[in-house]
């Protein structure tokens, strides 16, 4: 198992502590760092700035929203990024949802199946520096009713194949993504429920002919450290209330919300109806007291290095193999001590390459 950290979205105050974050994940020899983006900053120039400023560590984007590019501009933006970071750059694509597709990019949020396949597979092609023909759907290049010319990258990527992941939560989502991407990025991870979400993906990768050997499952996963009592434990979950109120509750409609499905075919299906019911009416306090404790601790690391440990082994035991850290700690000082006593903390588990 690898450790890798996500700075979730820029501009929030935090900047410069992010930024101090991923160097000094750097100096512990993270795997990678990623950069989030949704209305707000945009995660390439995020990443750049990133690059710019570590040696070693791979940056990643989890993720470009695909109705936010054209596939040959994000095929663009991932060779640029590859070639100025000498190498590191990882591509993480995502739908988005209905809410930010429709009311900010503009862009209709139907069939995203469809969509996706066809965008991962014009990317590929124009990545490989083959000249981009495509005919589909959504897009058919070039138009063939205009003075348009079938175009080739005339940028080299540092690498022949620049790694690509695919977000997703639903079934026909995670057989997708086993089947034409190179690894997932996951949010509200649980080893206790992993193992459907896991078979979706060997469905995937079987359609493709392939294994999951080399392909790359990483949860995003918010980790407080803490003691190991009752209070400390609740203590320590305290900060995550909010953010799993925000995703279950928050992030889409009532009839479109991804993250409220995924806490229901977790076993939540009451407590996921009444945080959504009170995070739309704007109680927000309430929507998150309203969390159950054994959701944020099944999908968070909480509490002292042993318990997290065991943790860890859950973890890997359910096919993670990099997991990105969000650090909800405090102060800079806390949120880079708990990097490093996760650094330490693997090392002792057994687990690390």
């Known amino acids: 198992m690898r450790l890798a950290v996500n700075l979730g979205y820029w501009g929030a105050g935090n900047d410069h502590e992010n930024l101090a974050l991923a160097q000094e994940a750097d100096r512990l020899g993270y795997d990678s760092v990623w950069a989030a983006e949704a209305y707000g900053s945009d995660a390439a120039t995020v990443l750049s700035w990133v690059a710019a400023q570590t040696t070693n560590i791979d940056i990643g984007s ?205 076993g939540y299906d009451d407590a996921a109806a009444r945080v959504q019911d009170l995070y739309l009416a704007r109680q927000h306090r309430d929507a998150a007291e309203a969390v159950p404790f054994e959701f944020i601790d099944r999908t968070s690391l909480i509490g002292p290095p042993e318990r997290i440990r065991d943790r860890l082994h859950a973890y890997a035991e359910a096919g993670v193999t990099t997991l990105s850290l969000a650090s909800y700690a405090g102060s800079l000082d806390e949120r880079v001590g708990a990097l490093r006593t996760m650094a330490e903390i693997l090392d002792t588990s057994g687990l690390g390459e």
Not at 138 to 149: A, N, S
């Open 62 to 266: 989890a993720v470009f929203q695909i109705p936010a590019r054209t596939p040959a501009m994000t095929a663009m933006t991932a060779a640029t990024l590859d070639t100025l970071s000498g190498g590191r750059f990882r591509l993480g694509l995502g739908v988005s949802g209905p809410q930010v597709s429709e009311g900010w990019h503009g862009v209709r949020f139907d069939k995203p199946l469809t969509r996706t396949r066809e965008y991962v597979e014009i990317v590929r092609m124009a990545l490989a520096r083959e000249t981009v023909r495509h005919e589909g759907q959504f897009w058919t290049l070039p138009l063939p009713d205009g003075p348009g010319k079938a175009l080739r990258l005339t940028v080299h990527p540092a690498r022949e194949n620049i790694p690509l992941y695919l977000a997703a939560i639903g079934p026909k989502n995670l057989e997708l993504t086993g089947e034409i991407a190179d690894g997932w990025l996951a949010i509200f991870y649980s080893p206790e429920h992993a193992g459907e979400l896991m078979g979706h993906i060997e469905k995937g990768r079987s359609k493709a002919g392939k294994t999951l050997e080399d392909f790359d499952v990483v949860p995003t996963v918010p980790v407080i450290l803490g003691e190991g009592s009752a209070e400390g434990l609740e203590a320590c979950a305290a900060p995550l209330r909010h953010y799993a109120a925000l995703y279950i509750g928050g992030m889409g409609s009532r009839e479109q919300n991804f993250y409220n499905r995924l806490a229901v075919s977790m």
